[in-house]
């Protein structure tokens, strides 16, 4: 059988009291374990993300842009071509519903066009 112990008031009392750093503050307490999820609980595994495997999201991405008026859109005929603000080689913008997540480069994969991430974007929300 586990032993008992008592403890004297004074005991209670400090185990109480909030620790004080340097400045004489208090040190907040560890945050408890949150029972629902949040914005601190993260996946811990691919079985957490199963929710939103599903979800739809839309994927574009951006060669370059450029500026024109109507009139020359309009004079634009099959073989034209249009100047974009990228040079050649340079990485491309990767979107994930109107969010630039990544940079990427052009890949020809059989005989279509696909993209390979060469740098994830760190949000700053």
């Known amino acids: 059988m586990a032993e008992e112990k008592s403890f004297e008031p004074s005991e209670i009392e400090a185990a109480e009291k909030p620790k004080t750093v340097e400045n004489g503050q208090?040190?907040?307490p560890p945050p408890e374990p949150s029972s629902t999820p949040?914005?601190?609980?993260?996946p811990r595994s691919a079985q957490d993300l199963e929710a939103v495997y599903d979800i739809p999201v839309q994927v574009s991405a951006?060669?370059?842009k450029t500026t024109m008026q109507v009139?020359?859109?309009l004079?634009?005929?099959r073989g034209a071509v249009v100047e974009?603000?990228?040079k050649v080689g340079e990485a491309i913008d990767?979107?994930?519903n109107d969010r630039l997540v990544a940079r990427g480069e052009v890949v020809v994969v059989e005989d279509r066009l696909g993209v390979t991430m060469t740098e994830i974007i760190k949000s700053e929300q």
């Open 62 to 64: 951006i060669l370059g």
């Open 75 to 77: 004079k634009l005929g």
């Open 26 to 28: 208090a040190e907040a």
């Open 71 to 73: 009139s020359q859109l």
């Open 84 to 86: 974009l603000d990228r």
């Open 94 to 96: 990767i979107y994930v």
């Open 38 to 42: 949040g914005i601190i609980d993260m």
